[in-house]
């Protein structure tokens, strides 16, 4: 150290002579930090990805930021990180590391697969035509009824604020 300390608590002189510390202990402190560093590092670190079948759902992150992540089916494992799938756009092949692995069937995309099967198997025209012949309604008819009742729950005015307004004191030096 070799300076006078600003303490007054009394020292032994030898502790305060300037000596070279050991560089095997420097090393081994060193090493010991890194160990630790590793061992907490470790803990919440990234763990490694589970493996993906063929005929997996899966999440794919997309290439432009704030988009939504589609939902797909795994086609094809050409590689250990790699997947392939089939999308609307056609075929993507991405790293695992892209991938989310869907734990179960999410209702979401299962009212979608619904709402496309609605769309692709549409009701015979036959059937169509008598249950319009049934059930006549005008549709004009059916507007003016509805007018009706939305009138009658419309009852109520609109108010308007009677907040006392006044202008501030710095413009009352004139009159309007």
Known sequence: MARKLKDIVPMVPSQLKPRLV????VREDIMKRRIQSKIQYDKKASHPLKDLAV???VYVKPRQKHKTW????????????????????GLVRRNRKHLRKIKGESSEHQVREEQFMDIVSLPDIDSDVTSSNNNTVDP?????GNAEQVSGEELVSLRRSE???RPPLRYQDYTV
């Open 55 to 57: 005929d997996d759902r």
């Open 22 to 25: 050991d560089s095997k202990i």
């Open 140 to 144: 004009d008819e059916e507007r003016a």
């Open 163 to 165: 907040r006392v307004r």
């Open 70 to 89: 589609i939902y797909e089916k795994v086609i094809e494992r050409p590689d250990e990180r790699t997947c392939v799938m089939q999308t609307p756009l």
